[in-house]
Antibody, heavy 120, light 111 residues
Framework: QIQLVQSGAEVRKPGASVKVSCKAS????????IHWVRQAPGQGHEWMGW????????IYGEKFQGRVTMTRDTSSSTAYMEVSSLRSDDTAVYYC?????????????WGQGTLVTVSS | QSVLTQPPSVSGAPGQRVTISCTGN?????????VHWYQHLPGTAPKLLIY???NRPSGVPDRFFGSKSGTSASLAITGLQAEDEADYYC???????????FGGGTKLTVL
């Protein structure tokens, strides 16, 4: 069965970076885009961008350009999302999610989420 | 402030029918982009409930029904069950923002 398994919770100080992983299984990793979405405490979901695991190309939401980097390792079917220059308002649960086909504009499988806490 | 607007909460007794609205504008739902719905229990992975306005993935009961009209969409749940108690989110694409956009979420309470 299709699964996206994310790395565990992280705590960082303001100004630091954090890298979250998302290991895919149960399908051909390079056949579907991976999106990243976050949800801050008490807030709605916020789309961050997506990566094409086949080419490695990524598109970032305007708010995250320059501070977020999405990469992948096809040998381990794992996608990564790194946020730099962390601020307190980056405290959120970060999710990876699979878009079944390019242009579907929805996700059919999600990871369990990774809590990132930014605190001095 | 979410781009798509949902009521913060809805409630209903077991067996009843509830609806959750999702209102957008001419850059997203009104521009013809599809609406998708997710069920989310805190601490777990969100689950796709409805895709492309009114399609249910395999395994989703037909008690869940999606619709779309103009700049809005709705999720209807019939025959409410205790296990339906969760947060529900709508999602679409916004051409002005070139981004996926979400509703703020609706907490369903089964009385």
């Amino acid at each position: 069965q299709i699964q996206l398994v994310q790395s565990g919770a992280e705590v960082r100080k303001p100004g630091a970076s954090v890298k979250v992983s998302c290991k895919a299984s149960g399908y051909t990793f390079t056949a579907s885009y991976i999106h990243w979405v976050r949800q801050a405490p008490g807030q709605g979901h916020e789309w961050m961008g997506w990566i094409d695991p086949n080419s490695g190309g990524a598109i970032y939401g305007e708010k995250f350009q320059g501070r977020v980097t999405m990469t992948r390792d096809t040998s381990s079917s794992t996608a990564y999302m790194e946020v730099s220059s962390l601020r307190s308002d980056d405290t959120a649960v970060y999710y990876c999610a699979r878009e079944p086909q390019g242009g579907s504009f929805y996700s059919d499988y999600w990871g369990q989420g990774t809590l990132v806490t930014v605190s001095s | 402030q979410s781009v798509l607007t949902q009521p913060p909460s809805v409630s209903g007794a077991p067996g009843q029918r509830v609806t959750i609205s999702c209102t957008g504008n001419s850059s997203n739902i009104g521009a013809g982009y599809d609406v998708h719905w997710y069920q989310h229990l805190p601490g777990t992975a969100p689950k796709l409930l409805i895709y492309r306005n009114n399609n249910r993935p395999s395994g989703v009961p037909d008690r869940f029904f999606g619709s779309k009209s103009g700049t809005s969409a709705s999720l209807a749940i019939t025959g409410l069950q205790a296990e339906d108690e969760a947060d529900y989110y709508c999602q679409s694409y916004d051409r002005s923002l070139s981004a996926w956009v979400f509703g703020g979420g609706t907490k369903l309470t089964v009385l």
